[in-house]
């Protein structure tokens, strides 16, 4: 069955510096990867996927995220993180072929002005 | 908006009732799936629909049921609640059943067992 890591918590970064949400997984064969952002109170949204080809994927608000199949990890990044940027993010993986779409624990991010 | 729907948003119940969540997804979308979020189990995946057929069936207690209608409109049943079960409950919606498929999420339903 799939799985995904997302090790740390939370994740305190300043405005302006550097953002990286990490996040590793575990399937059979190769995977379908997602982002997802979700705001308090509010729903999960989409902000990122990996099919295949190019690692480094774009998304939605500046985000970016890079897919590395010798590490099984597909961290989330961007260059200048903002204020509105805190919120619950999570990864999500589905291996090819597979209904199933499974979710990390989540990570929140604070960005401190 | 994100076009998924959910009723009701907040629900308060006691512990042995019976609740029943509602999801409308979003137009022209064939596949429901439902999750489970709680703080000390993240997001849980309960079970996945495709155009009425179950389809993926993840960590659903027996309590649960939940089905899919021809209107495609889904329905997620508890029963014989226990405190363990307050927890939100979302709603998403895509495309196909597989596959690249993004997503869509509605809002959530609160669900408080007392």
């Known amino acids: 069955a799939q799985s995904v890591a997302q090790p740390e918590d939370q994740v305190n970064v300043a405005e302006g510096n550097p953002l990286t949400v990490k996040c590793t997984y575990s399937?059979?064969?190769?995977?379908?990867l997602f982002w997802y952002v979700q705001y308090p109170n509010r729903g999960l949204q989409f902000l990122l996927k990996?099919?295949?080809?190019?690692?480094l994927v774009k998304g939605s608000y500046g985000f970016e995220a890079e897919f590395n199949k010798s590490q099984t990890s597909f961290h989330l990044k961007k260059p200048s993180a903002l204020v509105s940027d805190s919120a619950l993010y999570f990864c999500?993986?589905?291996?090819?072929?597979?209904?199933?779409?499974?979710f990390g624990k989540g990570n929140q991010v604070v960005v401190i002005p | 908006d994100s076009g998924v729907t959910q009723t009701p948003k907040h629900l308060i119940t006691a512990t042995g009732q019976r609740v029943t969540l509602r999801c409308s997804p979003r137009?022209?979308?064939?596949?429901v799936y439902w999750y489970q979020q709680s703080l000390d189990q993240g997001l849980q995946f309960l079970i996945q629909?495709?155009?009425?057929?179950?389809?993926a069936k993840g960590n659903i207690l027996e309590r649960f049921s939940a089905q899919q209608f021809p209107d495609l409109h889904s329905e997620l049943n508890l029963s014989s609640l226990e405190l363990g079960d307050s927890a939100l409950y979302f709603c998403?919606?895509?495309?196909?059943?597989?596959?690249?498929?993004?997503?869509?999420f509605g809002a959530g339903s609160r669900l408080t067992v007392l």
């Open positions: 629909y495709y155009n009425g057929e179950e389809r």
């Open positions: 399937v059979s064969g190769n995977p379908y």
């Open positions: 998403a919606s895509s495309p196909q059943s597989s596959g690249a498929n993004v997503l869509t």
């Open positions: 990996y099919i295949t080809g190019d690692n």
């Open positions: 999500a993986v589905r291996p090819y072929g597979n209904n199933r779409l499974a």
């Open positions: 137009s022209g979308d064939l596949s």
